[in-house]
């Protein structure tokens, strides 16, 4: 009875061990007490993606520098593609990425566009074939907030030695969604007005929706302050327009390939969505080909 006692004490012991070890990791979406506490580990990569004179100013000791822009560039006639494979190898290579780095994308979190420029980034390393990237909660608006350490000390960047190997299972273009219609669930990451076609932009050929695609917005999964819902509301949220199969392909849009990588990261990084694609050209892709199907005032 005493042997089993000590065993049946040394589990629980383990297991609180595990719960509070494992809420100091490294997790999908960094917190602010996280990153500030980490700041000095040699493994940390902080990669801030705002304009460079905002940068200059002011920024958490030891981010560097590499714009939005790098990482999402205009290509075909497209904004927000991905850069071309040489030049994404630079970017990972000056940006000091190595196998082990743990990366953090750090933004400004004032509005939609600015928080999923983070979730954009994360999404284009991820494809870059790198499985340890996060985003901060908040952003560097809430860091600033908070009153946590800035500086306008600029990093030195000794270059790293990751090698890309493109995870291609996470895209997908034009052809592959077409085949995908009725199969796959295809979700529309933008507003309701968008998608069901009252409202487009000026830049996109056709209004409404890919047909068959289902509405999401990205801009549902923050909350006001710019920090992200709980990931029991996100769940409850996802799950009520893509359901609860996990391993069902799921391929996320929008107008160019941004707002659409928010319920990407959501969906692969916190929930456990094993099959989830990003259509990287969308419908400013999708809408200027007038044999791909669109629809219009209608949900379905």
Request: net charge neutral.
């Amino acid at each position: 009875m005493e042997k089993a006692k000590k065993i049946l004490v040394g589990l629980v012991l383990s297991i609180i061990f595990t719960v509070f070890s494992y809420a100091d990791e490294f997790s999908y979406i960094i917190s602010t007490e996280w990153l500030e506490k980490n700041l000095n580990n040699s493994d940390l990569v902080i990669i801030d993606i705002r304009k460079a004179d905002v940068y200059k100013a002011k920024h958490i000791p030891n981010s560097i520098n590499v714009l939005y822009s790098a990482w999402a560039i205009e290509k075909s006639g497209r904004k927000n593609e991905l850069p071309e494979e040489d030049d994404l190898q630079d970017l990972i290579t000056s940006a000091g990425i190595n196998d082990k780095s743990l990366i953090v994308i750090v933004g400004n979190s004032d509005n939609i566009t600015e928080l999923v420029n983070m979730t954009r980034v994360a999404w284009t390393l991820y494809y870059a074939g790198l499985n340890k990237v996060a985003v901060l909660d908040g952003g560097f608006t809430k860091w600033e907030k908070e009153g946590r350490p800035t500086t306008t000390e600029i990093k030195k960047v000794k270059p790293g030695n990751f090698k890309i190997k493109l995870n291609r299972n996470i895209y997908a273009d034009k052809d592959y969604v077409k085949s995908a219609i009725g199969k796959s669930t295809i979700v529309d990451t933008r507003m309701p007005d968008f998608f069901f076609g009252v409202s487009k932009l000026d830049f996109i050929d056709r209004a409404g929706h890919i047909s068959g695609a289902v509405n999401l917005p990205s801009a549902w999964i923050f909350t006001k302050d710019g920090t992200y819902k709980s990931i029991q509301e996100l769940e409850a949220i996802a799950q009520g327009v893509v359901g609860t199969d996990k391993n069902k392909e799921i391929i996320t849009y929008c107008d160019t390939g941004r707002l659409s990588s928010g319920w990407w990261f959501v969906l692969t990084k916190i929930l456990g969505y094993k099959n989830v694609k990003m259509y990287d050209g969308s419908t400013e892709d999708w809408a200027k080909d007038t044999t791909m199907p669109m629809s219009k005032y209608t949900w379905k």
